[in-house]
Protein backbone atom coordinates (compact mmCIF):
# COMPACT_ATOMS: atom_id res chain seq x y z
CA UNK A 1 0.00 0.00 0.00
CA UNK A 2 1.22 3.22 -1.43
CA UNK A 3 0.46 6.44 0.68
CA UNK A 4 1.56 9.72 -0.70
CA UNK A 5 1.52 12.72 1.67
CA UNK A 6 1.58 16.07 0.16
CA UNK A 7 1.95 19.51 2.01
CA UNK A 8 2.15 23.43 1.35
CA UNK A 9 5.56 24.35 0.50
CA UNK A 10 5.97 27.17 2.70
CA UNK A 11 5.04 24.93 5.43
CA UNK A 12 7.21 21.54 4.31
CA UNK A 13 10.06 22.95 7.00
CA UNK A 14 7.40 23.74 9.95
CA UNK A 15 5.42 20.80 9.72
CA UNK A 16 5.26 17.50 11.49
CA UNK A 17 4.99 14.31 9.12
CA UNK A 18 2.44 11.99 9.95
CA UNK A 19 4.18 8.50 11.11
CA UNK A 20 3.61 4.92 11.64
CA UNK A 21 1.37 4.43 14.56
CA UNK A 22 3.91 1.83 15.78
CA UNK A 23 6.09 4.75 16.27
CA UNK A 24 3.50 6.75 19.19
CA UNK A 25 2.53 3.72 20.94
CA UNK A 26 1.91 5.70 24.18
CA UNK A 27 4.07 5.41 27.28
CA UNK A 28 1.71 4.09 29.94
CA UNK A 29 1.51 0.78 27.32
CA UNK A 30 5.62 1.34 27.98
CA UNK A 31 5.15 1.31 31.23
CA UNK A 32 2.49 -0.71 32.56
CA UNK A 33 3.57 -4.42 34.15
CA UNK A 34 3.22 -7.69 31.73
CA UNK A 35 1.80 -9.03 34.96
CA UNK A 36 -0.63 -8.33 37.59
CA UNK A 37 -2.35 -9.59 40.44
CA UNK A 38 -6.29 -10.48 40.08
CA UNK A 39 -7.41 -10.58 43.61
CA UNK A 40 -10.55 -12.49 41.77
CA UNK A 41 -8.21 -15.41 40.49
CA UNK A 42 -5.74 -15.10 43.65
CA UNK A 43 -3.16 -15.04 41.52
CA UNK A 44 -0.76 -12.72 38.74
CA UNK A 45 -2.14 -12.95 35.24
CA UNK A 46 -1.43 -11.38 32.40
CA UNK A 47 -1.94 -7.73 31.41
CA UNK A 48 -3.44 -6.40 27.91
CA UNK A 49 0.28 -5.74 27.41
CA UNK A 50 0.79 -9.55 26.58
CA UNK A 51 -2.47 -9.32 24.54
CA UNK A 52 -1.76 -9.09 20.66
CA UNK A 53 -4.53 -7.73 19.12
CA UNK A 54 -4.90 -4.75 22.23
CA UNK A 55 -0.97 -3.81 21.15
CA UNK A 56 -1.88 -4.34 17.20
CA UNK A 57 -4.95 -2.38 16.97
CA UNK A 58 -2.55 0.63 18.38
CA UNK A 59 0.48 0.32 16.03
CA UNK A 60 -1.82 -0.39 12.83
CA UNK A 61 -1.55 2.51 10.30
CA UNK A 62 -0.34 5.75 10.46
CA UNK A 63 -1.15 8.92 12.92
CA UNK A 64 -1.95 12.53 12.04
CA UNK A 65 0.37 14.95 14.69
CA UNK A 66 -1.03 18.16 15.92
CA UNK A 67 1.42 20.53 14.26
CA UNK A 68 2.39 23.30 17.22
CA UNK A 69 1.53 23.38 20.83
CA UNK A 70 -1.72 24.70 21.61
CA UNK A 71 -2.60 26.51 25.05
CA UNK A 72 -6.14 24.64 26.72
CA UNK A 73 -7.79 26.98 29.47
CA UNK A 74 -11.19 25.47 30.70
CA UNK A 75 -12.66 25.59 26.46
CA UNK A 76 -10.81 28.36 25.84
CA UNK A 77 -7.67 27.43 23.27
CA UNK A 78 -4.82 29.68 21.72
CA UNK A 79 -1.50 29.10 20.24
CA UNK A 80 1.55 30.68 18.89
CA UNK A 81 2.54 29.33 15.37
CA UNK A 82 4.88 31.51 13.69
CA UNK A 83 5.04 29.80 10.01
CA UNK A 84 5.16 31.59 6.43
CA UNK A 85 1.72 32.26 4.70
CA UNK A 86 0.89 29.18 2.80
CA UNK A 87 1.45 29.44 -0.97
CA UNK A 88 -1.37 27.67 -1.85
CA UNK A 89 -4.98 29.13 -1.53
CA UNK A 90 -7.75 28.43 0.54
CA UNK A 91 -5.40 26.70 2.76
CA UNK A 92 -5.67 26.74 6.54
CA UNK A 93 -3.10 28.75 8.59
CA UNK A 94 -4.77 27.60 12.00
CA UNK A 95 -4.22 24.07 13.70
CA UNK A 96 -7.91 23.97 14.88
CA UNK A 97 -10.89 25.61 13.76
CA UNK A 98 -14.38 24.40 15.37
CA UNK A 99 -17.82 23.04 13.84
CA UNK A 100 -20.92 24.94 15.39
CA UNK A 101 -23.21 22.60 17.65
CA UNK A 102 -25.74 22.75 15.12
CA UNK A 103 -24.03 20.33 13.18
CA UNK A 104 -24.22 17.27 15.90
CA UNK A 105 -28.13 17.94 16.63
CA UNK A 106 -29.30 14.91 17.40
CA UNK A 107 -26.59 13.06 17.77
CA UNK A 108 -25.29 11.21 20.98
CA UNK A 109 -22.05 12.87 21.40
CA UNK A 110 -23.50 16.49 20.94
CA UNK A 111 -21.63 18.77 23.09
CA UNK A 112 -24.38 20.33 25.14
CA UNK A 113 -24.34 23.68 23.17
CA UNK A 114 -21.02 23.81 23.04
CA UNK A 115 -18.62 23.85 19.55
CA UNK A 116 -16.60 20.65 18.29
CA UNK A 117 -13.15 21.05 17.89
CA UNK A 118 -11.31 20.59 13.58
CA UNK A 119 -8.04 19.47 13.96
CA UNK A 120 -7.02 21.01 10.31
CA UNK A 121 -5.18 19.07 7.90
CA UNK A 122 -2.18 20.60 6.50
CA UNK A 123 -1.37 17.31 4.63
CA UNK A 124 -3.15 15.72 1.42
CA UNK A 125 -3.41 11.87 1.52
CA UNK A 126 -3.59 10.05 -1.86
CA UNK A 127 -4.69 6.41 -1.67
CA UNK A 128 -4.26 3.83 -4.53
CA UNK A 129 -7.19 2.84 -6.29
CA UNK A 130 -10.39 1.22 -5.08
CA UNK A 131 -8.96 2.38 -1.57
CA UNK A 132 -10.48 4.34 1.07
CA UNK A 133 -9.12 5.98 4.05
CA UNK A 134 -10.31 5.50 7.51
CA UNK A 135 -9.92 8.36 9.91
CA UNK A 136 -10.39 6.99 14.25
CA UNK A 137 -9.76 8.01 17.61
CA UNK A 138 -6.17 6.99 18.33
CA UNK A 139 -6.77 3.35 19.03
CA UNK A 140 -7.08 2.86 22.85
CA UNK A 141 -6.27 6.20 24.02
CA UNK A 142 -8.40 7.25 26.43
CA UNK A 143 -5.96 9.77 28.06
CA UNK A 144 -6.55 12.53 25.21
CA UNK A 145 -8.51 15.26 26.27
CA UNK A 146 -10.74 14.64 23.25
CA UNK A 147 -12.54 12.40 21.19
CA UNK A 148 -11.75 12.57 17.47
CA UNK A 149 -15.55 11.82 15.34
CA UNK A 150 -14.38 8.78 13.21
CA UNK A 151 -14.81 8.90 9.03
CA UNK A 152 -14.24 7.54 6.09
CA UNK A 153 -12.90 9.14 2.66
CA UNK A 154 -12.65 8.15 -0.69
CA UNK A 155 -8.68 9.07 -0.33
CA UNK A 156 -8.64 7.26 -3.99
CA UNK A 157 -10.59 10.34 -5.43
CA UNK A 158 -10.21 12.81 -2.91
CA UNK A 159 -6.85 14.01 -2.86
CA UNK A 160 -6.57 17.12 -4.05
CA UNK A 161 -7.60 19.01 -0.74
CA UNK A 162 -6.94 18.68 2.89
CA UNK A 163 -8.83 15.81 5.32
CA UNK A 164 -9.95 17.50 8.40
CA UNK A 165 -10.62 15.86 11.39
CA UNK A 166 -13.67 16.71 13.68
CA UNK A 167 -13.26 16.28 17.71
CA UNK A 168 -15.27 16.58 20.64
CA UNK A 169 -12.95 17.77 23.37
CA UNK A 170 -14.28 15.95 26.74
CA UNK A 171 -12.46 17.51 29.35
CA UNK A 172 -13.82 21.09 29.75
CA UNK A 173 -12.00 21.92 33.34
CA UNK A 174 -8.90 21.22 31.38
CA UNK A 175 -5.94 23.45 31.83
CA UNK A 176 -2.76 23.12 30.29
CA UNK A 177 -1.20 22.06 26.75
CA UNK A 178 -1.46 20.04 24.03
CA UNK A 179 1.95 19.59 22.73
CA UNK A 180 3.25 19.44 19.58
CA UNK A 181 3.22 15.81 17.71
CA UNK A 182 0.47 14.78 19.87
CA UNK A 183 -1.83 12.00 17.72
CA UNK A 184 -5.43 13.31 16.87
CA UNK A 185 -6.21 11.10 14.16
CA UNK A 186 -5.03 7.23 13.68
CA UNK A 187 -5.58 6.04 9.71
CA UNK A 188 -5.57 3.58 7.86
CA UNK A 189 -6.45 1.84 4.06
CA UNK A 190 -9.58 -0.13 3.84
CA UNK A 191 -11.05 -1.67 0.41
CA UNK A 192 -13.86 -0.62 -1.41
CA UNK A 193 -14.86 -4.44 -2.64
CA UNK A 194 -18.23 -5.32 -1.26
CA UNK A 195 -18.67 -7.85 1.74
CA UNK A 196 -20.16 -11.69 1.43
CA UNK A 197 -21.49 -12.32 4.28
CA UNK A 198 -21.43 -16.65 4.56
CA UNK A 199 -23.12 -18.38 7.52
CA UNK A 200 -22.34 -21.84 8.26
CA UNK A 201 -22.47 -24.19 11.64
CA UNK A 202 -19.03 -25.69 12.85
CA UNK A 203 -18.82 -29.18 11.56
CA UNK A 204 -17.24 -31.87 13.14
CA UNK A 205 -13.72 -31.25 12.18
CA UNK A 206 -14.51 -27.48 12.96
CA UNK A 207 -15.66 -27.97 16.49
CA UNK A 208 -12.34 -30.26 17.09
CA UNK A 209 -10.37 -27.71 15.92
CA UNK A 210 -12.50 -24.80 17.95
CA UNK A 211 -11.95 -26.95 20.99
CA UNK A 212 -8.27 -27.58 20.76
CA UNK A 213 -7.50 -24.06 19.79
CA UNK A 214 -9.15 -22.44 22.69
CA UNK A 215 -7.52 -25.72 25.19
CA UNK A 216 -4.03 -23.93 24.24
CA UNK A 217 -5.00 -20.61 23.98
CA UNK A 218 -6.52 -20.73 27.54
CA UNK A 219 -3.66 -23.14 28.43
CA UNK A 220 -0.39 -21.69 27.25
CA UNK A 221 0.48 -18.42 27.14
CA UNK A 222 1.75 -16.91 23.74
CA UNK A 223 0.04 -19.41 21.60
CA UNK A 224 -1.87 -16.84 19.44
CA UNK A 225 1.38 -14.49 19.37
CA UNK A 226 3.50 -17.78 18.36
CA UNK A 227 1.29 -19.71 16.04
CA UNK A 228 -1.59 -17.41 13.94
CA UNK A 229 -0.11 -13.72 14.65
CA UNK A 230 1.19 -12.41 11.08
CA UNK A 231 4.15 -10.78 10.59
CA UNK A 232 4.68 -7.40 9.93
CA UNK A 233 6.46 -5.34 7.80
CA UNK A 234 8.21 -1.48 8.66
CA UNK A 235 6.71 1.39 6.85
CA UNK A 236 9.26 3.42 4.84
CA UNK A 237 9.38 7.06 3.77
CA UNK A 238 10.00 8.86 0.72
Given at each position: ??????????????????????????????????????PL?????????QC?PF????????????????????????????????????????????????????????????????????????????????????????????????????????????????????????????????????????????????????????????????????????????????????????
Amino acid sequence: MRVVFRCDPALADHLPKPVAARGQLPDWLRAMPANAHSPLHGRDIRTVKQCPPFVDAMSYGFMILLPCDVSVDRGAFSWDWNVPAPATENHPRAPLSFHVPAQFDGTPFAAGGRAALKFNSFWTIELEDGWSLFATHPVNRLELPFRLVSGLVDADRFHDGGINFPALWTEPEFRGTLPKGTPVAQCFAVPRAPYELVFEELDDARRATYAKTVAEVLEKPGVYRRQFRARRGRSSGG
